[in-house]
């Protein structure tokens, strides 16, 4: 009797921890974990929200106004000046070379070898001989005109086309035209007819040439910008090229305004900053087999 009783006991143990066992595992099948759901859903909206703020940057990025910074006339004195406070700030510069100047002197030359190896530059032709700075004669001849930019350009071993004509605000970029002295019209169309892009400005940081000091100060400049874009006062539409001399930063205190001029550009979301090899027309069109191809950033 002991035995059977035993027996019963045993079987009805088996049986209430089956019964136990089919209960739990009933219960997790019918209650999954209340965080698999939004776990997923977190996923799903963590994504939306990454693409979103992606395409928002896109968007922003797209919407900001180009400027370009040049500076005309080195090497010289303050090329280097320039250059440093540039690398600095981390802010890219285009010059525009003049060939005389390269060979003036062993620290123009040296200045020229600088600007070859530097990043974030663009180095385009501003003449051989700036004209000798006699420009109503220089520009009374369409020939020497060229032959003056072709020396430059095959001297130098530049890359790009892009040039700047001394003493003159003028632009031959594609369909753009714009010559602000009549008589040197004839001058500006054969350079483009040569296969340069004669690119002018729409805003100069202007100086005085006696002291060769600034004659604005960085906050000047910066709202001379700002009013040239708001007034849509450029030659490209939410583009503007700023005009700078490279000379005028040899001394410190002109110096302490670039460099104030650069931080106060940065802290402006709405600009971005650019080499003159992406203004618009520019582009691909920059480039020619008939040119030497050895140094431009």
């Given at each position: 009797m002991e035995s059977s009783d035993d027996g019963d006991g045993d079987r009805k143990?088996?049986?209430?921890?089956?019964?136990?066992?089919?209960?739990?595992?009933?219960?997790?099948?019918?209650?999954?974990?209340?965080?698999?759901?939004?776990?997923?859903?977190?996923?799903?909206?963590?994504?939306?929200?990454?693409?979103?703020?992606?395409?928002?940057?896109?968007?922003?990025?797209?919407?900001?106004?180009?400027?370009?910074?040049?500076?005309?006339?080195?090497?010289?004195?303050?090329?280097?000046?320039?250059?440093?406070?540039?690398?600095?700030?981390?802010?890219?510069?285009s010059f525009f070379i003049v060939g005389e100047h390269v060979f003036a002197s062993r620290g123009q030359l040296q200045t020229w070898d600088s600007l070859n190896i530097a990043e974030h530059i663009a180095l385009c032709n501003h003449s051989?001989?700036?004209?000798?700075?006699?420009?109503?004669?220089?520009?009374?001849?369409?020939?020497?005109?060229?032959?003056?930019?072709?020396?430059?350009?095959?001297?130098?071993?530049?890359?790009?086309?892009?040039?700047?004509?001394?003493?003159?605000?003028?632009?031959?970029?594609?369909?753009?035209?714009?010559?602000?002295?009549?008589?040197?019209?004839?001058?500006?169309?054969?350079?483009?007819?040569?296969?340069?892009?004669?690119?002018?400005?729409?805003?100069?940081?202007t100086f005085n040439p006696k002291s060769q000091s600034v004659s604005m100060t960085a906050d000047s400049v910066l709202k001379e910008i700002d009013h040239a874009f708001a007034k849509n006062q450029t030659r490209q539409c939410n583009h503007l090229i700023l005009l700078a001399h490279d000379q005028v930063y040899a001394k410190p205190d002109d110096s302490i305004q670039l460099r104030r001029f650069m931080q106060g550009l940065k802290e402006k979301d709405e600009y971005e900053l650019s080499l003159v090899t992406e203004y618009p027309g520019v582009g691909e069109m920059q480039y020619n087999d008939s040119f030497v191809v050895n140094s431009v950033r």
């Open positions: 143990t088996v049986q209430v921890a089956s019964i136990a066992l089919f209960a739990i595992i009933l219960f997790c099948a019918c209650h999954k974990p209340t965080n698999t759901i939004p776990q997923k859903v977190k996923v799903s909206a963590n994504s939306s929200t990454q693409t979103l703020v992606l395409n928002d940057i896109k968007k922003k990025k797209s919407k900001k106004k180009k400027l370009y910074l040049t500076f005309d006339d080195g090497p010289n004195k303050g090329t280097q000046n320039v250059l440093h406070i540039a690398a600095d700030e981390n802010v890219p510069i051989y001989s700036h004209a000798n700075n006699q420009y109503n004669r220089f520009y009374q001849s369409p020939e020497i005109v060229v032959n003056d930019f072709k020396k430059s350009n095959d001297t130098l071993q530049l890359r790009n086309r892009i040039v700047r004509t001394p003493g003159r605000n003028i632009w031959r970029i594609d369909s753009l035209h714009f010559t602000d002295i009549k008589s040197s019209t004839a001058a500006a169309d054969s350079l483009q007819k040569a296969g340069f892009m004669v690119m002018g400005w729409d805003v100069e940081w």
